[in-house]
């Protein structure tokens, strides 16, 4: 089983739509939690970390289930420059020191 | 504006031979990471690195090794290019776990062997 799982996709969306992705993760040490936006063929990037309370940045909302092993991403008001893939990441503080990163999942919005 | 600058954006070498790739980041940061992406793979951790002249295997170190003589800068070898080394390679720095802080990735070096 990968340690970071998410549905690759394609989500194909309209412009104005509400999309969520959903990623689970295996381990239970994972201590920080993060969403990273990759666009193709360029490097990912920091879209936002995830709190165990959850947090807002302008239409992008991301919640974490520690009980559930679950993290979330909420999109409103897609716009067409949110098509990129999403990566949900974990860190584990202990032991490893290194980020996990999910497979990605692909999000296309259309006109 | 915080940095993370790969050497290569595109590099072609012949099979068997000794590729390196450089990374520097002037960011002071005390990690620094090395992975490959893979179509349907993700990202997979080859070396990290915590400290100067510290390294630590990630998932897929075999066929690679690493050199971190200086802080800014963590450099992946290759020591006898294979076919199946052909990929992206992103080089990553960040501040020690639990600080909440993610990474910087470089732009990338996209690898063929031939």
């Known amino acids: 089983r990968k340690e970071v799982e998410q549905d690759p996709g394609p989500f194909n969306v309209p412009e104005g739509a509400t999309v969520a992705f959903n990623c689970t993760y295996s381990?239970?040490?994972?201590?920080?939690f993060f969403w990273y936006r990759q666009d193709c063929r360029k490097e990912p990037k920091l879209l936002m970390s995830v709190y165990s309370s959850g947090n807002e940045d302008g239409r992008f909302t991301a919640q974490l289930n520690r009980a559930s092993q679950y993290i979330s991403l909420l999109i409103r008001d897609s716009k067409l420059s949110d098509s990129a893939t999403y990566l949900c990441v974990v860190e584990r503080d202990t032991g490893r020191r290194a980020l996990t990163f999910g497979s990605g999942t692909r999000l296309q919005v259309q006109p | 504006d915080v940095k993370v600058t790969q050497s290569s954006r595109y590099l072609v070498k012949r099979t068997g031979e000794k590729v390196f790739l450089e990374c520097v980041q002037d960011?002071?940061?005390?990690?620094m990471f090395w992975y490959r992406q893979d179509p349907g793979l993700g990202l997979r951790l080859i070396y990290f690195?915590?400290?100067?002249?510290?390294?630590e295997k990630g998932d897929i170190p075999e066929g690679y090794s690493v050199s971190r003589e200086k802080k800014e800068r963590f450099s992946l070898i290759l020591e006898s290019a294979s076919t199946n080394q052909t990929s992206m390679y992103l080089c990553?720095?960040?501040?020690?776990?639990?600080?909440?802080?993610?990474?910087?990735f470089g732009s990338g070096t996209r690898l063929t062997v031939v």
């Open positions: 990553a720095s960040s501040r020690p776990p639990g600080t909440g802080a993610g990474y910087t």
């Open positions: 690195s915590y400290d100067v002249k510290m390294k």
């Open positions: 381990n239970s040490a994972s201590q920080s």
């Open positions: 960011m002071d940061h005390e990690n």
